[in-house]
């Protein structure tokens, strides 16, 4: 439709409504009208807490100073998920945001750890990754330096719901209009299907050029009004439902999230700097709510502050997430499980694709077809990512871990496993956002043993791969003597 776009409507103020609005306000500014609706009485899923680094650059774009933002979101660091008893019961690992070794040449790091491996070395690959170093020892501080070797990538916990406040506040004050009120009816044109307007419950009629649907699972604008299909990935990732619950903040809070597999389900702990988040994830074929609630309260740290909220999901993804002059982002577009805390990131993404492509002169579908191309790619590859978790395992205490790993791979997934399994070989897919560190270390983790390893880790004489090993491992511990236990490092770093 050829049609510029003078007005955007995004429908629904949860952290994705709110994203959506703080950017396209910061990056268009008045050049389009912005309008919000949402509605108090509905309220918002707030669960999301654990975020990835990229994050960071999108706070970057908005122009929010670091500490603003910790302080108001009650943020605390994030340097890594550890997973425990994921490959088997009393094993544990990280699966941090750094990358294990240096850059050593032609092959990864990984080839010449697992040479030198076979020939003795008995230095696990997080010995040679400093965000585990700093897990390890619970503790952080921000380091400035161009070289890889000693930076420690980052991301944060913080209290969503708050996130979108703050958000709100940028956003109102740059010109976006917020209009409470729940949405009853949703216009379309009866020639091109293109929405119109949203009708209020009080009559009133909001109109607009583009529209952005952040309603959540309700999906009202893509799903229901437009009919888009949604392509449920149950059979890769069954669970079903969640249950979360709020505690007191922990004495100590960690600069990671746990996640602890249980029986058939498994737990995240989050913490805050004045609250811990905490819920377990299971499908409900292998686990009944009670036993969930069961399981869930007994294994937490701290005393409940709220009562437990159950949240039904069904993974998967809405097949076209930009159809007509309607983009769906957040939850509307699909859901993953938090395992990963993925959710956050895909709305960070969808937002600047969608500025990428901005139709501001008229709605393109070369436009459209780009984009659902990518966001096709991304949602695939980290659904694979989270599958992987599931079906390496060696856990036999359970039909559900059974099941697991007796699932029909993805193609994609199994090459990739393969290519490991055979040779430690990595593949990465262009928009895939789990790069090579990640993988090898969730592979690893899971218990894939790799049977060779690369001919160029070779070249190097025993004695010298011994020795670059070893000064590598010694210059990741350089830097763990500026850093402080999170608790002090948080307290100074907000009060300097
Ligand atoms: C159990 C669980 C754990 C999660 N953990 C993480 C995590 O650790 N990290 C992460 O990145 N993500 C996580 N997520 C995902 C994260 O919570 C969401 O991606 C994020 O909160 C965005 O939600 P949203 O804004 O799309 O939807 P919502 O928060 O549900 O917002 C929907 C908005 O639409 C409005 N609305 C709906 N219908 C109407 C209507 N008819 N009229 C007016 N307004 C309407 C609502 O009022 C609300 O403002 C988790 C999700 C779940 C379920």
Same mark, same amino acid.
């Given at each position: 439709m050829q049609k510029p776009i003078k007005k955007v409507v995004i429908a629904g103020g949860g952290t994705a409504g709110w994203m959506t609005a703080a950017l396209m306000q910061r990056v268009l500014h008045k050049q389009v009208e912005i309008e919000l609706v949402e509605s108090e009485d509905i309220g918002i899923v707030g669960v999301g807490e654990a975020t990835i680094p990229p994050i960071q650059i999108f706070n970057e774009y908005l122009g929010l100073d670091e500490k603003e933002f910790l302080r108001e979101t009650n943020g605390t660091i994030k340097l890594a998920i550890k997973f425990d008893n994921w490959k088997k019961k009393g094993e544990s690992?990280?699966?941090?945001?750094?990358?294990?070794?240096?850059?050593?040449?032609?092959?990864?790091?990984?080839?010449?750890?697992?040479?030198?491996?076979?020939?003795?070395?008995? @230095?696990?690959?997080?010995?040679?990754? %400093?965000?585990?170093?700093?897990?390890?020892?619970?503790?952080?501080?921000?380091?400035?330096?161009?070289n890889p070797v000693y930076q420690v990538p980052y991301a944060y916990h913080f209290d969503s719901a708050l996130y979108g406040r703050f958000l709100r506040k940028r956003a109102e004050k740059g010109g976006v209009k917020r209009t409470e009120g729940i949405i009853e009816h949703v216009k379309t044109d009866e020639n091109t299907g293109f929405i119109t307007g949203l009708q209020l419950k009080d009559g009133h009629q909001i109109e607009g050029d583009l529209f952005v649907d952040c309603t959540g699972i309700r999906a009202l604008l893509i799903q229901k009004t437009l009919g888009v299909e949604y392509l449920d990935w149950s059979n890769l990732l069954p669970a079903n439902t969640a249950l979360a619950v709020q505690t007191e903040r922990f004495e100590k809070t960690l600069p990671y999230t746990r996640s602890i597999a249980h029986e058939a389900a498994w737990q995240w702990r989050i913490p805050l700097t004045h609250r811990n988040g905490n819920g377990i994830v299971y499908c409900s074929d292998y686990l009944s709510d009670e036993d969930a609630e069961r399981t869930l309260l007994s294994h937490l740290e701290s005393t409940p502050v709220n009562d437990v909220r159950k949240i039904h999901f069904k993974t998967g993804r809405t097949a076209r997430q930009w159809h007509k002059n309607v983009v769906a982002v957040g939850l509307s577009s699909g859901f993953l499980e938090p395992l990963e805390s993925t959710s956050i990131h895909l709305i960070q993404s969808a937002i600047v694709r969608l500025l990428k492509l901005f139709p501001h002169d008229g709605i393109r579908q070369a436009a459209i077809d780009l984009y659902n191309e990518e966001s096709v790619t991304e949602y695939e590859t980290i659904r694979d990512f989270i599958v992987l978790h599931y079906v390496v395992n060696e856990r036999d205490d359970s039909d559900f871990w059974n099941d697991m790993r007796r699932l029909k791979l993805p193609h994609r997934l199994e090459q990739k496993i393969a290519a490991f399994k055979e040779?430690?070989?990595?593949?990465? /897919?262009?928009?895939?956002?789990?790069? /090579?560190?990640?993988?090898?270390?969730?592979? %690893?983790?899971?218990? $894939? @043993?790799? @049977?060779?390893?690369?001919?160029?880790?070779?070249?190097?004489?025993?004695?010298?791969?011994?020795?670059?090993?070893?000064? $590598?491992?010694?210059?990741?511990?350089?830097? %763990?003597?500026?850093?402080?236990?999170? /608790?002090?490092? $948080?307290?100074?770093? %907000?009060?300097?």
């Open positions: 690992y990280f699966h941090t945001f750094g990358a294990p070794g240096a850059n050593l040449g032609f092959c990864n790091f990984q080839h010449y750890w697992l040479r030198a491996k076979k020939e003795g070395v008995r @230095e696990s690959l997080w010995h040679y990754d %400093l965000n585990y170093l700093c897990c390890e020892k619970e503790i952080f501080n921000k380091i400035n330096t161009p040779v430690g070989a990595i593949f990465n /897919d262009q928009h895939d956002i789990f790069k /090579d560190a990640s993988w090898l270390q969730v592979m %690893l983790g899971q218990g $894939i @043993e790799p @049977e060779d390893y690369h001919p160029a880790a070779n070249v190097l004489p025993q004695a010298q791969l011994k020795d670059t090993l070893d000064k $590598i491992r010694h210059a990741k511990h350089q830097p %763990l003597s500026k850093m402080l236990p999170h /608790d002090d490092f $948080i307290k100074q770093y %907000l009060n300097a």
